[in-house]
Structures are given as C-alpha cells and as structure tokens.
C-alpha cells in the first residue's frame, strides 16, 4: 500500500543560481527517506513539476554522504540574474517550490510530518514595538 | 598546527557587524569574499559612471573593522572585494589605513583577471570565446563586452602571503580559492596535491557565504537557530592534512550542525562529484561530516582530481532596459482584479505606440514564486500585482510604468498603485551574463601581484 506525501515532510531544501541555471538541492532526513528520494524524485519528475518555469533540460546528482540530491535546471531563470525581470532572478525560491513536489510513500511514511514553526519569540518582539 | 580562517563577508551588501566576532573569538585569515555574478554586473555600472569606482563599495566598512587587528599582527585579510577594478580597491584599502592612523601594512593587488583588454588577443590564440552555457558562437556576442573577468584561483594570493603581504586585495578571484589560498599558504601545499586542495575548496565553500553555514537560510526547525537577529560568522580550524572543524566564535547565537553543513555544501553547485575550481577538481560527495561536540562539525577525506585546463570567465553584454509597476487589489475577487488590470496596462501600453520586448507579471499573495508548482488562487484576501517589463531605450522603459497610474480611477475597483524598482520608477539597465572557457595558461601569464606599504 501506498499514500502520497509531499517532499518538504521529508526534507530541507537550499537552491540558487549560476547564470540562467538553477541549483536545487533537497536534504532527507534519513537514510530511509533518502532511499525513498532517489527512487521517486527523479529528473523527469522535476522537470514536470516546473513546468514552463524551466525551459531547458534537468539533471539529477546524487550526494550520499549527505543524503541530498541536486538539481541542475537548466534556461531556468529568465535569463540569468542581471537579465532577469523575475522577483526570484536568482532562484533562491525554487527549493521551496520543489519540496511542494507530492510523492508515492509506503504506508510506514504515511504521517510523517516535519515540525511547522513556533514563532512565540517573533511575536514577543513584535508585540513589544512601538505601535498604534 | 591548526590555522583558524573566518568567513567575514558572503556578498556585497553583508553586514560588516558579525566581524568582530570572528576577531575577538581569533583568525588567522579573514577571508571577505563580495562578489557574485550579479555584483559583477553591479560593479560594471558604477565603473561606467565613474573610472575610480569597480569594487565593491561597501569595502572601508569592512577595513575599518579589520585593518587594526591587521596591523597588530592578529591576523590577515584577503578579499576579492576589488572586484573589476582591483586598483582602486586597494587605493581605498591604502587611505582608509591611513585615514585610522596605521601603519607598518603591506597590501598585496592581485591582477590579471580582467580579460577585456585581450580579447581579441585570446581569440587569436585560439580561443573561442563560445558561451559554455548556451553553446552560441562569440560572434554572436550581443554587442560589445562591457566586462570580462575570468575566475582566477589561489596561486597569486598564495604569492601575495608568501611576499608578506598583510592585506591580500583581488578581482575576480572564485569565492573558495580566498580560503584555500590562506590554507595554502599557511600549511605549504603543494599544487598538485589535489585532495588537499579539494579540501580547502570545500572548507572554503562552506565558507564564503558568511552566516548560510551558521543557521542562515536554513530549512531545518530555522524558528529554533539561537539569537537570529545576531547570526555569527563561521570558522574553519585547518589541520596541515586539509581536514578541518566547522566552528563559529564562542558564546555566540546561530547554529553549525551536520545540517545547516550539507545546506550549505551543496549551495550553488551543479555536479557535486566534480566541482570545477581553479585550482582543482573537487569530489564533494567524498567528504565525510561529523558532529564533534556542540556547534562543531569534521570535515575530512575529500577527495581532488587535477584541475581542468581552463578557466571560467564572465563576459557581460547590454541587453535592454527594464521598469516595474506594483499595484494591490483586496478581497473580493482580487486576484480577478489583478489580472484584469495587468490586462489594462498592457492594452494601454500597446496603445500609447510604447515596445515593450517582454513582460513579466507577478500576483503577489496569488502566486507570484511557485509558477505551475503553486495551487490555484482561491479567494485570497488581497493580491498586488508586480508588472516588470523590458525595452530597448531607456526612455520607453521610464513611460510604461506611467500608463498604469490613469487605472486607478479607470480600472477594476479598489486598486492601490505605486511605482516600483529604485522608488522614483527609474528603469534598471539589464546585463546579459555570457560564461565562458578560456586556457588557464594564457591567462596565467598576465597574472601578477603588486605591493604597497603603508609606512
């Protein structure tokens, strides 16, 4: 049996850019949630999932000391950094886009869920503010 | 022995502030490393206003914080923040040294790695100067080259130190290299070494981008990095065998883990198994990282192979000019509102006999960032629109925006307008980056440090 879950309860994310190509790179939790990555996050599955977003190719590298994988996207960012009229002209957004990504989980992955932000202390600060 | 080296900077426009931890705590080197493609570009348009501009400016900042540690023989700086134009980099480095009364400095100018004088000389060598991006022929190059810089490595700042310099000042040198220099220089490797020099490669890696190895932009639980508002610098302790500790100054806030370590390893990378530096080809994926106690992580048995026998270099051409709109729509139906009116202003524009090359259209609090990725919009309670748009001339690029103001009384309801991008709407030139391949040899042999002493 499987159950679809979506990658950012598996994994952190970093992403940035060289010229008009994006680097994305994702970072599993364990060793069982990298096995789970490699097998399903696979370059054909990230080029669909960006779309038109990415017009050029996708190439995946695997990184096992790490248990990451890295996308190289390719004619990926409106033309590169200075050329760019995109808000995010340097991909900083991408991993985050990526890790929206849904994938098929044994039922054992089901209810992962990476912890969501306790942001009390942000709060704290900002109630403390000067303000009308 | 151990050499401690920090990462006091990680992009034009860093926070000098975070330095003196790095001082206090104690370095060896200071590596501030400024540049990136973009600030290249940044750099080129300063330099086009003004022959004495080119580096990053932000640099007396850092030299005022540093040099008297400089000069009390704590420690050495080596930054890339000359940017493409070096010199002047190191004419302020000279009068902000004395403008703090110093004295007894030897500053080190790294040269060389400005191309534009020779391209044609490199053609004529044999080099293509085809794009290693797109594969498109140089004689298609759009235009003229407005800068040309090719990635120098950690030779000449090896050089720099072995002749004494206390202050090592470069262009267009790759971001590690300023690390692996001070590695380097320090322990005596050899160039042929190649796991050492993938090890200070890498060490430098995850250095140059100042608090990213130290809980910044960070995707693990970010809400619980200690003190965020107050981030450190990293420290690495290099042995003489290229491994090291990743480490950040005592009594300090962020965060340096096996984690927030393989953020950043892979940062910017495309095969890890192979990263193209100058001075060696780098296995990333041979490191084997370790927590060693708290906020300190091991780094060893990477593994190098011989360098390629090029180096990357930056070309940049002029391509166009570009505006930006921004106006908000609130609940009901905003993201309706946002479109409708994006529509407007592209109608009005066509109308107006104004050529526009290209628009991009953004729904801020619809989908502004995740394109396809992105669920559709439902209901969301307030949407701004953020139009971008790029012309030929700079005075078709400034008037666009104009058209959109009428809309706020002759639009979909409820609209708040604003113009965007430099706060008076001025339009941004827009720079096409060209990479490019050219033999390490042809550049090396321009390659040359000079000193100066501040007396």
Known sequence: MTARLQLRELCGYRSGDKGDIADVAIFADDEEAYDLIVREVTAERVKQHFGAMVRGSVERYEARNVLALNFVLRDALGGGGPRSLRSDSLGKTLGGALVRLEIDVPDAFADRRRPRPDVTWADQILDALPKR | ?455
């Not at chain 2, 990357?312 to 930006?324: D, M, N, P, R």
């Open chain 2, 1 to 455: 022995m151990t050499v401690r080296i920090g990462g006091g900077q990680g992009f034009y426009g860093d926070t000098p502030a975070a330095v003196d931890g790095l001082l206090d705590d104690g370095v060896d080197y200071l590596c501030l490393e400024a540049l990136a493609e973009l600030t290249l570009a940044i750099l080129q348009k300063d330099r086009q206003r003004d022959e004495t501009l080119g580096y990053t400016r932000d640099l007396p900042l850092y030299l005022a914080k540093a040099l008297p540690a400089v000069a009390a023989g704590r420690t050495k700086l080596i930054t890339n923040a000359g940017g493409i134009n070096p010199t002047a980099a190191a004419r302020a480095a000279v009068e902000t040294a004395k403008q703090l009364g110093l004295s007894g400095l030897r500053i080190a100018t790294v040269l060389g790695d400005d191309l534009k004088p020779r391209l044609a000389e490199l053609r004529d060598a044999g080099m293509t100067l085809a794009n290693s991006e797109s594969g498109a022929e140089f004689d298609d190059f759009p235009g003229e080259p407005l800068f040309a810089s090719a990635y120098l490595g950690a030779r000449p700042i090896v050089d720099a130190l072995d002749g004494g310099a206390d202050v090592v000042i470069t262009g267009r040198v790759a971001d590690a290299a300023l690390f692996l220099g001070a590695a380097a220089h320090a322990h005596g490797w050899h160039w042929d070494d190649w796991d050492r020099l993938a090890a200070g490669t890498l060490i430098g890696h995850l250095l140059e981008c100042s608090g990213q190895v130290a809980g910044g932009n960070y995707t693990g639980e970010w809400w619980t990095i200690p003190h965020p508002w107050d981030l450190p610098y990293p420290i690495a302790e290099v042995e003489p065998d290229g491994s090291a500790v990743i480490t950040k100054p005592k009594d300090s806030g962020g965060r340096v883990d096996f984690d927030t370590v393989r953020h950043q390893l892979l940062y910017e990378v495309h095969d890890p198994a192979a990263y193209l530096a100058p001075d060696v080809v780098a296995d990333f994926t041979s490191a084997a990282f370790t927590d060693v106690g708290t906020d300190r992580v091991r780094v060893e048995g990477v593994q190098g192979a011989p360098a390629t026998p090029t180096y990357k270099a930056l070309l940049a051409y002029h391509a166009g000019w570009s505006g930006e709109a921004r106006a908000a729509f609130s609940w009901p139906d905003a993201y309706e509102k946002a479109k409708a009116t994006a529509a407007l202003l592209a109608k009005r524009v066509e109308m107006a006999g104004l050529a526009v090359d290209e628009w991009c259209f953004e729904y801020w609090g619809a989908n502004a960032l995740g394109g396809p990725t992105a669920p559709p919009p439902h209901e969301p309670p307030e949407v701004a629109i953020r139009a971008a748009w790029r012309c030929a001339d700079e005075r078709t690029a400034a008037v666009v925006g104009r058209q959109l103001i009428p809309l706020t009384l002759s639009a979909p309801p409820a609209g708040f307008t604003g113009m965007g991008r430099q706060g008076g709407g001025r339009p941004t030139e827009l720079l096409g980056i060209w990479p490019t391949l050219v033999d390490r040899k042809l550049v090396d042999e321009k390659v040359r440090v000079t000193f100066e002493e501040v007396t």
